[in-house]
């Protein structure tokens, strides 16, 4: 779900640099309130606030939001996870020659579901002599290879049909987004016709492998740095041409990825205590596996000492 929050993403391959001046491309650093380096074991005593900063690949400096440590609320990090494809297996029965079979698979990753669209393909055979429950499932298997807008692979053992979503080629439209991880529902049934049209279950569907969206892939990073480019200033996304927009991740890189959040409060002249708005979360994508002890020394005692939680850790 796409909120208010406001979205900051950094990126990093693990490597501290002493100073900004000696940022390297995809190096870190994290300074005080007085423009020193942070360092492993330093907390809110030693700088109320802090910042972190960056180096993309050209060089160039990306600085994160000041961030007062006792507005901090969590510092959690997410591990590297490979996505994992959904698997349905379809069990179909015995067919009765005559009877019309249907299977349907419904696209519940298209989020397009209107009264004039919907994302469903529905393979039929309506049985002859001498068909079988292996012969019915290798037909609604063929029907799906030859199908060019299926979202499925599918193969057959004795009747029983092994559904497996595709893989999503993760390239980029003409707007630099891209395509969500296909998820589906399977129906299997009997159109009786003795009973006006009316379906009726037919066989057993079973979802055997349930989808995983995994964390830290390349366009899953990518498309959180896209919510966060209004921040940057780029409000363009719709109409063309497209601002390219300020992307730090690289293609073809996984990440680990922290991320802070902080309550947004500040004081004006017209309050004489701190005013609330939308929480600010700060993304930080550290290559998978390299750097990450690094970033952590510095990090972790400094949020370990704000007044909310430690490092909360998801694999």
């Given at each position: 779900?796409?909120?208010?929050?406001?979205?900051?993403?950094?990126?990093?391959?693990?490597?501290?640099?002493?100073?900004?001046?000696?940022?390297?491309?995809?190096?870190?650093?994290?300074?005080?309130?007085?423009?020193?380096?942070?360092?492993?074991?330093?907390?809110?005593?030693?700088?109320?606030?802090?910042?972190?900063?960056?180096?993309?690949?050209?060089?160039t400096r990306i600085f994160s939001d000041r961030i007062k440590g006792l507005d901090v609320r969590s510092f959690e990090k997410?591990?590297?996870r490979a996505k994992v494809e959904q698997v349905v297996t379809v069990t179909v029965g015995t067919p009765v020659v005559g009877?019309?079979?249907?299977?349907?698979?419904?696209?519940?990753?298209?989020?397009?579901?209107?009264?004039?669209?919907?994302?469903?393909?529905?393979?039929?055979?309506?049985?002859?002599?001498?068909?079988?429950?292996?012969?019915?499932?290798?037909?609604?298997?063929?029907?799906?290879?030859?199908?060019?807008?299926?979202?499925?692979?599918?193969?057959?053992?004795?009747?029983?049909?092994?559904?497996?979503?595709?893989?999503?080629?993760?390239?980029?439209?003409?707007?630099?987004?891209?395509?969500?991880?296909?998820?589906?529902?399977?129906?299997?049934?009997?159109?009786?016709?003795?009973?006006?049209?009316?379906?009726?279950?037919?066989?057993?569907?079973?979802?055997?492998?349930?989808?995983?969206?995994?964390?830290?892939?390349?366009?899953?990073?990518?498309?959180?740095?896209?919510?966060?480019?209004?921040?940057?200033?780029?409000?363009?996304?719709?109409?063309?041409?497209?601002?390219?927009?300020?992307?730090?991740?690289?293609?073809?890189?996984?990440?680990?990825?922290?991320?802070?959040?902080?309550?947004?409060?500040?004081?004006?002249?017209?309050?004489?205590?701190?005013?609330?708005?939308?929480?600010?979360?700060?993304?930080?994508?550290?290559?998978?596996?390299?750097?990450?002890?690094?970033?952590?020394?510095?990090?972790?005692?400094?949020?370990?000492?704000?007044?909310?939680?430690?490092?909360?850790?998801?694999?």
């Amino acid at each position: 779900m796409v909120t208010n929050r406001v979205y900051k993403v950094l990126e990093t391959d693990g490597t501290s640099a002493a100073t900004v001046a000696a940022l390297a491309a995809h190096d870190f650093l994290v300074i005080k309130k007085d423009n020193t380096a942070l360092v492993a074991g330093d907390t809110i005593q030693d700088s109320d606030t802090i910042q972190i900063v960056v180096a993309d690949a050209a060089g160039t400096r990306i600085f994160s939001d000041r961030i007062k440590g006792l507005d901090v609320r969590s510092f959690e990090k997410q591990v590297y996870r490979a996505k994992v494809e959904q698997v349905v297996t379809v069990t179909v029965g015995t067919p009765v020659v005559g009877q019309q079979y249907n299977l349907s698979i419904i696209d519940t990753s298209d989020k397009e579901i209107l009264q004039c669209r919907q994302a469903k393909r529905v393979y039929s055979r309506i049985a002859v002599t001498g068909d079988t429950a292996t012969t019915l499932a290798a037909d609604y298997v063929a029907q799906i290879t030859a199908d060019p807008a299926s979202i499925v692979t599918a193969s057959n053992v004795a009747g029983a049909i092994t559904l497996t979503a595709k893989v999503v080629a993760n390239v980029a439209n003409a707007a630099g987004e891209y395509p969500a991880q296909y998820t589906f529902e399977a129906f299997s049934a009997q159109v009786d016709t003795s009973t006006n049209g009316f379906f009726q279950a037919f066989g057993t569907v079973v979802y055997t492998t349930p989808p995983d969206y995994g964390c830290g892939n390349f366009w899953q990073v990518r498309t959180l740095e896209q919510r966060g480019q209004g921040y940057v200033g780029v409000t363009n996304r719709t109409k063309f041409p497209v601002e390219a927009g300020q992307y730090l991740s690289t293609a073809g890189v996984n990440y680990d990825v922290y991320v802070i959040e902080y309550a947004n409060n500040y004081s004006t002249n017209s309050y004489t205590q701190a005013a609330s708005n939308s929480p600010i979360s700060i993304v930080i994508l550290c290559t998978a596996g390299a750097g990450v002890a690094t970033l952590e020394a510095v990090l972790g005692p400094y949020f370990e000492s704000t007044p909310t939680e430690a490092l909360s850790v998801a694999s």
